[in-house]
């Protein structure tokens, strides 16, 4: 296959590879059609009820994050970045989930409420809970369009289709099992997703691995060809555009590791979802710990292979020398598809693409229904209707989102590295939310005003950095834009949250109860423990930050 996403290139597959993902998304409209008998009321549609285990919620939460942001923006990175990529699973992913474990799913899951912007309501006030509710609706939307404008490279690749035919067919058909069985649906689509991902990513990898020689052989080729930064994680001056090393090395453990990181994996209510769904308060706290051994894992098959087509596919190893290509660094995985593998296995490789797509967009399509329906809906625009009127309109959103979603997917078209495009998305919604809810948690004298503004003062000081670097007023290449506009956002929310609440009166302290963490007594906070070595949180925390440690150490060596 050529380069690009124009629909004049196709992935030579055969007969076979056709049947194959046919018949993958069968069993995924069945399994939504068995999910929908289930469904009786609007929390079993938006939040499957409460009554899915640990191993179920952690799974899902992980696959709700292996949509386009993985497959094509991290091995976009992996080609452009190498090793330097390997940030964002481990300094970048695994201290900020153990946080939510151990520190905020108690609260969340403990408060019994429905979404975070609920939560922001509860500690805040209803205008606060209102503007979160809208914000992330809109970042849902242009999520979900990533995803969906991935998928679409995809299928176009795949038959040829235009894009736009593509983007249509692809949100249809996410559309049709999200509809049907709604975040259970979504759930165990995202398990069955899961492992046919690794199903697909692993032998990509020992392949690649294998035709360049090795890692040995890998690394002999990215040196001759010049890319030698690729093989060093630090200071990861390509990734932040940050030239000096120091600096650089500030940006990826404190823009990247601390505020986009945290802001991302404890407040996104796309993956907290997952939790509120689990059926105890332990297993709940559970689902990101276990999510994050395989997120330590999964950054090998990942980023890897975007190592290996930046020296292995032509369109991707020009970009890297700076010769003529049609190709861009999201090309990198359809492209090595067609180059490494051979017809019928491709079909199943095909389908594991297809898979995370699916994934990223079902999830943040679920999520969207829930927080328009709750926090918009019933709480703001028709309070006090049926349960049944409630379903019917989670349902009606989901059409809604869906369709926004593929209207917002020309959006991703415009970015060569979709990595880009979501870093600068999260420093504009979730860490501005990080901040105030961070704030809202540990001082007790913060008041709703200030939860409000201190909201819109850190998004917008993040939308301002954006427009700086894009006038060329600031001039930072890679990711290092939405780092530094994430800091901004963070003082800027912090800063203005603090001084609001400086002029207002707090909510009283026995209002705060379950909510602040100083008001709230040790008994309260603490879940019941469940038997068994595994499954205690601490373990499971201390074992997944020391196996992410152990991965800097490796290829720090080798």
Avoid at 481 to 509: D, I
Wanted: glycine share 12%; no cysteine; aromatic share 10%.
């Amino acid at each position: 296959m050529a380069a690009g996403t124009t629909g004049a290139t196709r992935i030579d597959a055969g007969a076979g590879d056709y049947v194959l993902v046919a018949l993958y998304f069968v069993v995924v409209l069945g399994i939504g059609l068995l999910a929908r008998r289930r469904i009786s009321s609007s929390l079993d549609f938006l939040l499957s009820g409460r009554s899915l285990p640990a191993w179920v919620t952690g799974l899902a939460f992980v696959s709700a994050n292996l949509g386009a942001i993985e497959l094509l923006g991290q091995a976009a990175n992996g080609a452009q970045f190498g090793e330097q990529a390997f940030h964002y699973y481990w300094i970048g992913a695994i201290p900020a989930m153990v946080f939510l474990a151990l520190v905020m799913m108690p609260f969340y899951y403990g408060s019994k409420v429905r979404s975070v912007p609920e939560f922001l309501g509860r500690r805040f006030d209803a205008k606060t809970q209102r503007l979160q509710g809208l914000l992330f609706a809109l970042a849902s939307v242009l999520l979900a369009g990533v995803n969906l404008y991935a998928m679409a490279i995809v299928v176009n690749a795949l038959l040829g289709l235009p894009t736009w035919l593509a983007i249509v067919l692809a949100g249809v058909i996410v559309l049709a099992y999200t509809f049907l069985g709604g975040l259970s649906a979504a759930i165990y689509n995202e398990v069955l997703q899961f492992f046919v991902i690794v199903a697909t990513m692993v032998p990509l990898t020992l392949v690649g691995l294998h035709r360049v020689g090795g890692w040995g052989g890998l690394v002999s080729k990215l040196t001759d060809q010049g890319s030698g930064s690729m093989l060093q994680a630090f200071p990861g001056s390509d990734l932040t555009g940050i030239t000096n090393g120091v600096g650089s090395t500030i940006g990826v453990v404190l823009g990247l590791g601390f505020v986009t990181s945290f802001g991302y994996w404890t407040t996104n209510f796309t993956e907290v979802q997952r939790a509120f769904s689990a059926r105890s308060a332990s297993a709940a706290q559970r689902t990101p710990l276990i999510a994050a051994f395989p997120k330590v894992l999964i950054a090998l098959v990942i980023i890897i292979p975007g190592m290996i087509a930046a020296v292995l596919v032509p369109g991707i190893a020009a970009l890297k020398t700076g010769g003529s290509s049609g190709a861009t660094y999201n090309d990198a995985v359809p492209l090595l598809l067609d180059e490494l593998l051979p017809n019928g296995f491709l079909g199943v490789a095909l389908a594991g693409l297809l898979a995370a797509f699916m994934a990223g967009m079902a999830a943040n399509v679920s999520s969207f229904n829930t927080v328009v329906t709750y926090d918009l809906w019933q709480d703001w625009v028709r309070p006090g209707r049926d349960d049944a009127h409630y379903l019917r309109v989670g349902r009606a959103v989901t059409v809604i989102g869906t369709a926004l979603a593929i209207g917002t997917a020309f959006i991703a078209a415009g970015f060569t590295n979709i990595m880009d495009y979501i870093q600068t998305l999260f420093s504009f919604f979730n860490v501005p939310l990080f901040a105030v809810f961070v704030l809202g948690l540990f001082w007790k004298r913060m008041t709703g005003s200030a939860g409000f503004w201190g909201l819109v003062s850190g998004t917008l000081g993040a939308v301002v950095v954006f427009v700086l670097n894009q006038t060329g007023a600031l001039a930072l290449s890679g990711q290092g834009s939405s780092f530094l506009g994430g800091g901004v956002a963070t003082v800027v929310a912090v800063l203005v949250g603090w001084l609001v609440s400086k002029a207002g009166r707090p909510k009283p302290e026995s209002e705060l109860r379950g909510l602040v963490w100083s008001l709230t007594p040790a008994s309260e906070r603490a879940v019941p423990r469940e038997p068994g070595v595994l499954r205690s949180p601490v373990v499971l925390s201390v074992s997944v930050l020391a196996l992410a440690g152990a991965g800097y150490v490796v290829f720090a060596v080798v």
